[in-house]
């Protein structure tokens, strides 16, 4: 907090908030750290619902304005023939291009479970900056150079759980899993194409879609689900009973509603 207070006290900030927890306890402690916190909310048609509704809750309890920007537009253009690896590395690009029009110093809720903290905490070994602290790619803006701050990039995710409980943030999860290194990273169901698939606008749909169709049956046994698509791999904390039973319940959907039936 005493860092945060010596580099970025009395600045404006642009945070990245998701609807998440992450961003929200971040966004917290910014503000215990006596800057000028502005909130961005980037969205699209393949967003999950609930950080939609969490936006309008997060803002309230924060006490700040939380912009909204729809890129549906600009991440159908660019993601059309990329292949699936690729989608999250596509759509973080054009949040940060946005966040960094709008101020000089932009923040996110990366912790220390996130796939990006070994590259920031490599980078500040090699240069001596504090990994909370690097700057932005000049590929991202022209100009002075800006700075992201990642409050909790050397924060365990338990640990940001107990923050969230001591600064009194509450936000709903989605019930989102995965297979990746934070397997619980909430995000989009678009992160869930199948790395090797040339993405198209027909690909985007049935991914949200199938994910929507899972979840909806993994939250009557309180589980979390995601589902790679299209080979059709659920990923699911439960039994594999509970995993055969939600497979069952899509396909019996997807089917009925003649859906395309492109899984192996």
Not at 20 to 28: E, L, N
Request: proline share 3%; with cysteine; glycine share 8%.
């Amino acid at each position: 907090m005493e860092l945060l207070r010596k580099k970025v006290s009395g600045k404006k900030i642009c945070v990245l908030i998701s609807g998440g927890m992450d961003s929200a306890v971040a966004t917290k402690i910014l503000q215990l750290s006596n800057t000028d916190v502005r909130g961005l909310h980037i969205t699209h048609r393949w967003m999950w619902f609930t950080p939609e509704i969490e936006i309008k809750r997060i803002s309230k309890m924060l006490g700040i304005k939380i912009d909204v920007v729809d890129i549906t537009d600009e991440l159908r253009r660019r993601l059309r023939g990329a292949k699936g690896k690729s989608v999250c590395k596509i759509c973080k690009k054009i949040m940060l291009e946005i966040a960094v029009s709008k101020a000089s110093v932009v923040a996110t809720g990366e912790c220390g479970m996130d796939t990006i903290a070994g590259a920031v905490l490599d980078v500040s070994r090699r240069t001596g900056i504090e990994p909370e602290f690097v700057q932005l790619p000049k590929r991202y803006f022209n100009g002075d150079d800006r700075i992201i701050v990642r409050p909790l990039i050397r924060i365990h995710e338990s640990d940001v759980k107990r923050l969230a409980r001591l600064l009194g943030v509450k936000v709903r999860r989605v019930g989102e899993t995965g297979d990746l290194r934070r397997g619980r990273r909430e995000g989009c169901p678009l992160q869930h194409l199948d790395p090797w698939v040339d993405v198209t606008d027909e690909l985007m749909d049935e991914v949200w879609d199938v994910n929507v169709e899972a979840l909806l049956v993994a939250r009557r046994l309180g589980r979390r689900v995601s589902v790679k698509w299209p080979s059709f791999r659920i990923i699911l904390e439960g039994s594999p009973e509970e995993r055969r039973h939600v497979a069952e319940c899509v396909w019996y959907r997807w089917v009925r509603a003649g859906r395309p039936r492109r899984y192996r």
